[in-house]
């Protein structure tokens, strides 16, 4: 049976509320009621086979509360006239309410409206493109208005947001909904005081003038000779992005590796240095100008995010090699491939044709499906010898 219930009306009063159309309109002032509904009715063949289901469908419409029936009289040659809904009406806010049980949200979204009228105006276009998640954070509301509220009255203030001093907020919460911060910032502030390089809720800090926790370069020193420290090997040093740049180690050649393991089992090599990679971000290297005077070399996955991270590196650092990234590597060590999960299929422009021939390969699933070889399963021997060729 197709024709339109009961249930099947308070389903497209429903919709509106879950489309955020009947709270928006709320705030916007635009009119959603009186609604026709979409009603489906018995063909006049079915009101002839199944007459008493159709009696008891018109009993069910007509008794429905908070909607308006519309009838039209119906002449059949065998019942006679009868009269048949023939159109649905919801006639105003509170009649749609009541139909799918709302009211009380529909009160705490009311509430925010006011009192976002009243503290930011300029965030009421937000609550009616919004609304579902507005009523969402209606607890936290105030506390985000108080956020928008201090950084209007301190901009671009220089302070970590442990420093952000506001009644009943700590900085966690501050974390916990840059995402949507950053949604009302960019409505409610001046485009002078917004950073428009960075982006993401990782780059909030930056963004809107805050402090921020100082990206930091774990590297080790492989020769003996070049140590910026008093003592012996192993140094394994850590230094924020600043401090990195600032430092020369007189070092010719720079390894980065993405695996922990691998950069603390680096072994000891005349005039070079290695660093802990950070996967897809390089930026924190990029201050290092002396970085550009050294053969740097990238130790990856043989995978396609392996690829990937090597081609952004080389947007910041255009002379980089790849190490043991190559083809004879992936084939000596067939015996322990592994799968990748999810694989990388846009092209990499900087990649060269040799790397560029395998990542094809690899994102083609030519030599198997999702194939990977994680650097940490390369054997120690084939590192040593490999360091040794380019020495």
Request: glycine fraction near 6%; proline fraction near 5%; charge should be neutral.
């Amino acid at each position: 049976m197709t024709w339109t219930r009961p249930a099947d009306l308070r389903g497209q009063v429903q919709k509106l509320w879950d489309r955020g159309a009947l709270l928006a309109s709320c705030v916007t002032g635009e009119p959603l009621f009186p609604k026709r509904l979409a009603l489906k009715c018995p063909t006049s063949a079915e009101m002839a086979d199944r007459f008493e289901e159709v009696r008891t469908w018109i009993s069910e419409l007509r008794v429905m509360s908070h909607c308006r029936v519309e009838m039209r009289e119906l002449k059949h040659r065998v019942f006679g006239a009868n009269s048949v809904p023939c159109e649905v009406w919801v006639d105003s806010v509170e009649d749609a309410l009541a139909l799918i049980e709302k009211h009380r949200e529909f009160t705490r979204f009311t509430a925010l409206i006011d009192v976002t009228r009243k503290r930011q105006p300029k965030l009421l276009s937000w609550l009616a493109k919004r609304p579902m998640c507005a009523l969402e954070l209606s607890n936290e509301w105030g506390l985000l208005l108080e956020i928008v509220g201090w950084l209007q009255a301190h901009p671009r203030p220089g302070v970590y947001l442990r420093q952000v001093d506001i009644p009943g907020m700590h900085s966690k919460f501050i974390e916990a909904h840059r995402g949507v911060l950053v949604e009302l910032l960019d409505i409610v502030l001046p485009v002078t005081e917004i950073d428009p390089t960075a982006s993401g809720t990782n780059q909030f800090a930056k963004r809107y003038g805050l402090c921020d926790k100082p990206a930091r370069i774990r590297f080790r020193i492989l020769d003996p000779e070049h140590v910026l420290l008093p003592g012996v090997l192993p140094q394994d040093i850590t230094l924020d992005a600043e401090n990195f740049a600032r430092i020369d180690p007189k070092v010719s050649r720079v390894f980065i590796t993405e695996n922990e393991i691998n950069f603390l089992a680096f072994p000891q090599v005349k005039d070079s240095l290695v660093i802990f990679g950070a996967g897809y971000g390089f930026e924190m290297l990029s201050k290092a100008a002396w970085l550009s005077r050294c053969r740097v070399y990238y130790w990856g996955d043989i995978d396609t995010h392996g690829f990937a991270i090597l081609d952004q590196l080389r947007s910041q650092f255009g002379h980089v090699d790849s190490f043991l990234m190559d083809r004879n590597t992936l084939l000596a060590f067939e015996t322990l491939w592994g799968e990748e999960e999810k694989q990388t299929l846009r092209d990499l422009p900087r990649l060269n044709p040799e790397e560029r021939a395998l990542y094809d390969d690899l994102r083609d699933n030519r030599i198997r499906k999702n194939l990977r070889l994680e650097q940490e399963r390369i054997g120690f021997g084939w590192v040593e010898s490999a360091l040794s060729a380019l020495i």
